[in-house]
């Protein structure tokens, strides 16, 4: 079955600098790739997703890249916020079953 | 995004009893799902609910223990059953949308299981 890893487990970042976050996978059937942000007491949102058709899609300070071949993909957060502090997931969709298999989340620290 | 309701948000519960989760949709849905998250966790899924069939479960968990209803496009529940310590977490129920295929969850109900 699918498998998806995502590193690293936190991150620590200075206000105003970028972060990343990657995932990888292991079905190469796999076409749907989406990111969720769950602040702390809050349910997860969806904040950025991703088509296998597609390499890269930006929405202002985020940005999500694919690469099918390698399959993996990355979250990048620019000019980073207070506010953008929270767990971060990837997910995966199988195409067999239509499920998301979840990555196991980064904690995202933004130092001020 | 889907509005999705669910309650309670929190309860505490003693050993041996049972606790129904309610969500509500504000629009129909094919899939709606069931997930658990304990602190500090990923998410992991209990079942898909099936609107007018028995609902489909995930590897580790039963109907006995978490028996779900899906009784039309815009409701469903699921029961936590002989409640004990281990059952404390978030539950949260997730819908798809069927046009994009985005998942979006209601706000959880937390359970403590004293």
């Known amino acids: 079955g699918e498998n998806v890893e995502q590193h690293p487990s936190t991150l620590s970042v200075q206000e105003g600098d970028s972060a990343v976050i990657k995932c990888t996978y292991s079905d190469s059937a796999s076409n749907y790739f989406p990111w969720y942000k769950q602040e702390l007491g809050k349910r997860p949102q969806l904040i950025i997703d991703?088509?296998?058709n597609v390499g890269e899609k930006k929405d202002q300070r985020i940005a999500v890249t694919l690469n099918k071949t390698a399959k993996h993909f990355s979250l990048h957060i620019t000019e980073t916020q207070p506010e953008d502090s929270a767990v971060y997931f990837c997910a995966v969709l199988m195409d067999s079953n239509y499920q998301l298999i979840w990555g196991a989340g980064t904690k995202l620290i933004i130092k001020p | 995004s889907a509005v999705i309701s669910q309650k309670p948000s929190r309860d505490i519960c003693q050993r041996g009893t049972s606790l129904t989760i309610q969500c509500q949709v504000d629009?129909?849905?094919?899939?709606m799902f069931w997930y658990r998250q304990q602190p500090g966790q990923s998410l992991t899924l209990i079942a898909t609910?099936?609107?007018?069939?028995?609902?489909?479960?995930e590897s580790g968990f039963v109907i006995d223990k978490f028996p779900i209803s899906r009784p039309n496009l815009t409701f469903s529940t699921l029961t936590v059953s002989n409640m004990s310590p281990e059952d404390s977490s978030i539950y949260l129920c997730?819908?798809?949308?069927?046009?994009?295929?985005?998942?979006?969850f209601g706000e959880g109900s937390r359970l403590t299981v004293l």
């Open positions: 997730s819908v798809k949308r069927d046009l994009t295929g985005e998942l979006f």
């Open positions: 609910a099936n609107q007018g069939s028995e609902a489909t479960y």
């Open positions: 991703i088509r296998s």
């Open positions: 629009s129909q849905v094919t899939m």
